[in-house]
């Protein structure tokens, strides 16, 4: 089964799919994309891993994260993969904000044939980055659309969406 949970900064998100993860009864293995550049994301780094449970498995992702599935994934194991948006934002753009063209359209290609094959449980975890205003820099709109994009084709790939809004989930499929 793979599952798309969906939802805005502090929605809940990652708490819900915490839940889910536990609750599958699988061992996990967190699949965390995040990098630590400044101090305030040092702490929420920090803070997420202060909420796992001390038996997870952590390993870090920023990139190749088509690669950590096919590695990693297995029937008897459970792939929390937080957060989509961050690795989107790390094989779309390079440390100065330069569009990666050829880095982008090779590791979304081939994160979506990973999962197309994933014999695993799998639980993403992304922002909902579409709902608000049209952003005003061309940077910020191709994020923006990349991330819708891709959400939608997951949304087809996963068994389960579902939308965290304050803490609540909303079962979209």
Not at 106 to 118: H, Y
Request: with cysteine; aromatic share 6%; proline share 3%.
């Amino acid at each position: 089964m793979i599952e798309l949970v969906l939802g805005g900064a502090r929605s809940g998100k990652s708490r819900y799919a915490e839940r889910r993860a536990i609750d599958c009864g699988l061992p996990v293995l967190y699949l965390a994309t995040a990098e630590a550049g400044d101090e305030e994301m040092h702490a929420r780094i920090a803070h997420h891993r202060l909420r796992r449970p001390a038996e997870w498995q952590t390993l870090e992702v920023p990139v190749q994260l088509a690669s950590a599935i096919q590695t990693h994934a297995k029937p008897d194991r459970c792939l929390l993969i937080d957060c989509l948006t961050l690795w989107l934002s790390n094989v779309l753009f390079d440390r100065h904000g330069n569009i990666q063209e050829q880095l982008f359209a090779a590791q979304r290609a081939a994160f979506l044939a990973a999962l197309r094959d994933c014999k695993g449980r799998v639980i993403m975890v992304g922002n909902e980055v579409g709902l608000g205003v049209v952003a005003a820099d061309a940077m910020t709109r191709r994020f923006v659309d990349e991330a819708g994009f891709l959400h939608q084709e997951l949304a087809q790939i996963c068994d389960q969406v579902v939308l965290v809004t304050a803490g609540l989930p909303q079962r979209l499929k």
